[in-house]
């Protein structure tokens, strides 16, 4: 194999989890909701007309225009569209590209800045954030002003953190910066702050979005808006024919029926409030203030928990031990009312129990049902003293 790169031989290919069925799915912050019946009806109408023989047009297909309408896209800036924003985070990469280049991202932040840094042989430079997961304004404009990076990265909110920065620093950061400064605001409709108002202003910013984390994962849509001349020779190097038909359909569709959307959105925020709320009455808990559609917890002897949430079907992220600042911490992505139930009753026998035979109902029944009745008497026998934990920490958090 030594026609290939030896440093890309040395990598692990990006492991898309292989989840069973039947399991809660709450690590790649994916919508739980998908549209009402009525909709999806509509929806399959209109993919059925698809033009599956003819090459996609997105400039003529009418997304731009449903974009622009959605979210308030100004006059001044140009869209260019990626499949999924991770393609347009290879070709922003792409961009800069020469070399002596480098490019900046604060740490820990989305893995995949890294990634195609190293991908298209750049310098990287990580900036680490505070513990809190704060951005600290005076270490990021020293970096800028040592390194002068053709590129930096910004997530606003950061994943995995979840944190939001100061909207000031951001800006001090963004005005300071000799480079492209890109935004990315995947979690954007969960925090209620943008800088997509700002894009087209000046030709160092970007703002990059995605539909992935408001509900539609599986079209691969991503978009990113800055000044004509930059999006103009950012257009050189997008593939021709890198949105498929299908997408450019179902995304312009969602785009026109952002009130289920939103909706979907509102119930999510909802549950983050709660689950936040009860996590952060454990005293053993660190809850992290999240913008997005995920929470990151701080708790004692994370990897135990992260597999008893296995063991109970539930899949989440653990964090502990891909970077020093996240040690014993797990993202847990939102999802419906009874799922997140379900993680809480896991992580409170967890954090207070230690013990299977005091699982609460909720977990225990999801056990039962794949240990064939071994859990069963114990959760039987645990139920009442848990359910009286349960009201109490309701109670306590009034
Ligand atoms: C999920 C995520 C992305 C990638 O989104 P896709 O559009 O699905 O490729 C980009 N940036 C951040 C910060 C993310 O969390």
């Known amino acids: 194999m030594s026609f290939v790169r030896p440093d890309i031989r040395e990598m692990k290919a990006y492991a898309v989890a292989d989840v069973p069925e039947d399991f809660i799915k709450l690590d790649a912050m994916e919508v ?25 047009n997105p400039a003529s297909c009418g997304l731009q225009a449903a974009l622009r309408d959605a979210f308030a896209i100004p006059e001044a800036a140009k869209i260019a569209l990626g499949n999924g924003s991770d393609e347009l985070i290879q070709l922003l990469t792409m961009l800069v590209a020469q070399p002596g280049a480098t490019v900046m991202a604060l740490e820990p932040s989305f893995v995949m800045y890294r990634h195609n840094a190293a991908l298209f042989g750049l310098n990287y430079v990580g900036v680490p954030l ?37 909207r000031e620093d951001v800006e001090a950061v963004i005005a300071a910066a000799p480079g492209l400064v ?44 800055g000044s004509p001349m930059v999006i ?70 994370a990897q135990k928990a992260f597999e008893r949430l296995k063991e109970a079907r539930i899949l989440v992220k653990l964090l502990h031990g891909s970077h020093a600042l996240l040690d014993n911490c797990l993202r847990v992505t939102i999802g419906k009312p009874e799922e997140n139930q379900q993680v809480l009753a896991v992580l409170q026998q967890h954090c207070f129990y230690n013990r299977h035979s005091d699982l609460l109902p909720a977990a225990a029944s999801r056990m039962k049902r794949h240990k064939r009745g071994v859990w069963a008497a114990a959760a039987i026998a645990g139920a009442l003293a848990a359910m009286v934990l349960w009201l109490l920490s309701g109670s306590l958090i009034g």
């Open 32 to 56: 739980p909701y998908r549209f009402s019946e009525t909709l999806q009806q509509q929806l399959a109408q209109e993919l059925s007309a698809a033009e599956y023989n003819r090459y996609p």
């Open 182 to 225: 890109v935004i990315d605001e995947a979690y954007g409709a969960f925090s209620g702050d943008s800088f997509l108002p700002q894009a087209g202003q000046n030709d160092k910013l970007l703002v990059l979005r995605t539909l992935s984390k408001i509900g539609f994962a599986g079209l691969r849509l991503g978009y990113v808006s």
């Open 130 to 166: 505070n513990a809190d997961f704060s951005l600290n304004r005076d270490t990021v404009l020293a970096a800028l002003e040592e390194h002068r990076p053709a590129l930096l990265w910004l997530a606003y909110p950061n994943n995995p953190t979840g944190v939001p920065f100061a």
């Open 232 to 301: 103009g020779e950012l257009e050189k190097i997008v593939p021709p024919y890198n949105m498929n038909a299908f997408s450019l359909i179902a995304a312009k569709f969602a785009l026109q029926h952002m009130d289920e959307v939103n909706a979907h959105i509102g119930r999510l925020k909802d549950e983050r409030r709660l689950m936040s709320e009860i996590l952060s009455s454990w005293d053993k808990v660190q809850v992290f203030e999240s913008g997005a559609n995920f929470i990151t917890v701080r708790l004692p002897e």
